[in-house]
């Protein structure tokens, strides 16, 4: 007897968590004034990415990279400003103050860095399964910076067949650059 009144006791806790939990998520007092102040901090920090990548020199970056580490280490970078941008128009979607079409926009964003990220990865993919040791395609806009890591001899023919895959891959592209490192 006394096991069921242990498990009775600790269900109804659970469930008065779980309660609480929903009613303070979907408080319209609390959801109202937070989102206030979550869109002017989205703003601020949308404005300081903004300005942070345009300060960054990529093709410095990029050619920075040397080893198998530092591709791994600019892939992940890429990827953590990515899935802070994802965070920040996930909020923007979440905000019921904002109009629809904001709203969709910031949508239609996120689904366009989604897209953008599985091109680059795919991307990488058919370099490297066209004899190269490694690849790092960095994609942003219409600007496609593509550096791979070969024990080849580097030509113009070889370029623009890595060139052709990424007008395959992309499509619109008004500036692809390819730069070849050797392998260490």
Known sequence: MLLKKQTVW??????????LSVYYITSPEQKSNELAGVEEEVKDEQKQAATETEDQDVDSIISEAAGDEE???????????????KEELSTVVATTDLPADERSEAMDQMKKL?????KEQMLESLIRASGYEDALVRADGEQ????????????KAAANEIIKMVKKEIGNTNYVAVEFQPAK
């Open 10 to 19: 600790l269900l109804t806790m659970l469930s008065l968590v779980v309660v």
């Open 71 to 85: 591709f791994e280490a600019l892939r992940l970078k890429l990827e953590d400003q990515r899935s802070e941008l």
């Open 114 to 118: 989604n897209q953008t990220a599985q």
């Open 144 to 155: 496609v910076m593509i550096t791979v890591k070969s024990d080849k001899e580097h030509s």
